[in-house]
């Protein structure tokens, strides 16, 4: 179920889960939610499938909301077993760009600040290889947003 949380503060949590995009079952979600004592507002995005759930935190913990998830889940029948793998899945792939992007973004960085330095220094060869290798980690930086180009 941790897979679905997208943010929790003490007051408001947001859940994103594709069986939300159905608006007939969003709405039974919602107005189960709703009339649950502690909870102010239930909010369904159908077309992100998203819930944002705002709530009293002094007097309902995050245990209580769990619980209601899983009396949700009973009610309507709704099965998270069949989505994980999907969203592990995505969020695994997601995670894979992240991290290259930031490689990407940290190596023009590195690049970029060994190459002036080179100038500084006076080296020219430390300039001349730290430039090319800046100009290698753009190359991708400009292949991966050339649609925004």
Not at 2 to 21: A, C, F, N, Q, W
Not at 44 to 60: A, F, H, K, P, V
Request: aromatic share 8%; proline share 1%.
């Amino acid at each position: 179920m941790r897979e679905y949380i997208r943010s929790m503060t003490p007051g408001r949590v947001r859940i994103r889960h594709d069986m939300l995009k159905n608006r007939a079952t969003g709405e039974k979600v919602r107005s189960v939610l709703e009339a649950r004592q502690g909870v102010f507002s239930a909010h369904i995005n159908s077309r992100t499938g998203s819930l944002l759930l705002e709530y009293d935190s002094e007097l309902l913990s995050s245990l209580h909301l769990l619980a209601f998830v899983e009396e949700l889940r009973q009610i309507l029948g709704l099965e998270f077993d069949g989505t994980q793998e999907k969203a592990r899945h995505l969020s695994g792939s997601k995670l894979g760009r992240i991290v290259s992007r930031r490689l990407e973004n940290r190596g023009m960085l590195f690049s970029l600040g060994v190459s002036l330095a080179g100038i500084l220094a006076g080296s020219g060869t430390v300039h001349g290889f730290f430039g090319c290798m800046f100009l290698a980690f753009n190359a991708l930086h400009l292949a991966r947003f050339r649609k925004c180009l």
